[in-house]
């Protein structure tokens, strides 16, 4: 879930369609499935670029939301629920779970001096420095901050997370678990969920004190279990998603001690169930540097869906870019892989069987349904989105090169052109979960027998 402190980058757009082809790929396996998306709204960092834009954070955030939930439509995503941390059955959600904190006597009031990392929005601890700044932030200045704040016993859950940990189901990849376990077990610190209101406005009230607001990671990890409907559960989704069902979380790989640690804890406090898996996406650089406002150097995935489309940003974020490590990202790499792999590639060979069949069968190739070939499947499965683009890819490849030694263009030999049909569905079928457009477009054209128009994806 994104935090609203600027407009939607392309990284966002990375862990966003990640998570929208694995919803896709388990609904085509029949499974029922609850996406949810949305954006974190509450914290310093939203408050102080909210002053910096002239505005209060309400409508700040507003505008931003609006921002966040256009990506459904230009990255044609099929999320079933957006939740603002800011709407009000939010609100009760993360009130509600303190509470459960408090009864379990997770929550205690204590006088604390420490640095404070606006940007990632947490203290750091002493044995973190480097040169006295945040290790993630070394161009920032970390904010002093000396108050009486409410504690989470983190401590306590030291055991109990390491047993969770234990799993090898509950992280991908394999490696960030061997993170997360040595943060568990170079000690956990109880950590403050509240700031002194009059110093920091921008939270949720804490229950039963009105001069505290909340910690804004506190509130906002609760989005996966406020957006099921809990506390209560009038339409059944939190029993049947959340206790009954498989749960998986997509986040960046900074945020592992967050979502793999503090909001397991929290789940433990509050007697919940744990968080079945989390998968950490890499972070995309431009030219090897951290994309950053400030450096100016982000990419807006608004302009590129104009200029190259939808499906055009899907399967390079997919097929070109690592799911797990850092990638790189320039425009001069995307539009060569577009022309080589979807002007050429994919296009063309669509083009080309199309019009031979258009000019050789009287009547459109009988398809239907086809399944998936089990190595996709084994890909997908363990989220290797780039080696399952790569199979595609291998299996368009093979296509040209059969056209290239059959030239049916010459022989007209009506059984091979039908076969080169066939193969180009069971294509576009494998395509349908990344490139559902596309998909579509080629299965519309073979039904019926008759080249589209205009080229699937243009030259540029
Ligand atoms: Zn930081």
Redesign the pocket.
């Given at each position: 879930m994104p935090y609203v402190n600027a407009d939607p980058h392309i990284g966002f757009a990375l862990e966003i369609v990640q998570a929208d082809i694995i919803a896709r790929f388990k609904r085509l396996l029949g499974h029922e499935v609850f996406f949810n998306f949305g954006t974190d709204e509450h914290g310093q960092k939203v408050l102080k670029a909210a002053e910096k834009n002239g505005l209060d954070p309400q409508a700040y955030t507003d505008q931003l939301a609006l921002k966040f939930g256009d990506l459904k439509k230009i990255l044609n995503l099929s999320y079933d629920n957006f939740v603002r941390t800011t709407d009000a059955h939010h609100i009760k959600a993360a009130q509600y779970i303190w509470k459960l904190a408090d009864e379990s006597g997770d929550i205690y009031k204590k006088k604390y001096r420490g640095l404070y990392?606006v940007?990632?929005e947490r203290f750091?601890k002493e044995s973190e420095l480097r040169n006295n700044k945040?290790p993630?932030?070394p161009g920032?200045e970390l904010e002093e901050v000396e108050e009486e704040n409410y504690f989470f016993k983190f401590s306590k859950y030291q055991d109990k997370l390491l047993k969770y940990l234990n799993n090898p189901r509950v992280i991908t990849p394999d490696w960030r678990r061997k993170e997360a376990i040595n943060f568990v077990k170079n000690g956990l610190e109880d950590f403050p969920i509240s700031r002194l209101k009059n110093r920091m406005s921008w939270g949720i009230p804490v229950p039963g004190d009105e001069d505290h607001v909340m910690y804004v990671w506190f509130d906002a990890l609760t989005n996966y279990i406020s957006s099921l409907g809990w506390p209560g559960d009038k339409n059944g989704n939190f029993k049947k998603f959340w206790q009954d069902g498989e749960t998986l979380q997509f986040a960046g790989k900074d945020q592992v001690r967050f979502q793999s640690l503090m909001w397991q804890a929290m789940l433990m406090s509050a007697g919940l169930k744990n968080t079945d898996k989390v998968f950490y996406h890499g972070f995309i650089n431009i030219r090897g540097e951290k994309i950053s406002k400030s450096v100016g150097n982000t990419i807006d995935p608004f302009k590129i869906v104009e200029e190259f489309g939808t499906d055009a940003l899907r399967y390079y974020l997919l097929a070109q870019v690592s799911p797990v490590e850092d990638s790189d990202f320039t425009f001069e790499l995307f539009k060569e892989a577009y022309n080589a792999n979807l002007a050429n590639g994919l296009g063309n060979l669509t083009s080309r069987i199309i019009k031979m069949a258009e000019d050789n069968l009287e009547e459109p190739t009988e398809v239907s349904g086809e399944n998936m070939p089990q190595e996709l499947l084994n890909h997908l499965e363990k989220f290797e989105l780039n080696k399952a683009c790569n199979f595609i890819w291998s299996k368009i490849s093979k296509l040209d090169g059969e056209i290239q030694e059959k030239k049916p263009w010459e022989s007209k030999d009506k059984k091979v052109i039908k076969n080169l049909v066939l193969d180009l569905y069971r294509i576009s079928k494998m395509l349908e979960p990344f490139m559902p457009e596309t998909s579509e477009k080629i299965i519309q054209a073979i039904k019926e027998n008759k080249k589209p128009e205009k080229p699937l994806f243009e030259r540029k």
């Open positions: 990392c940007s990632c750091i945040c993630e932030h920032k």
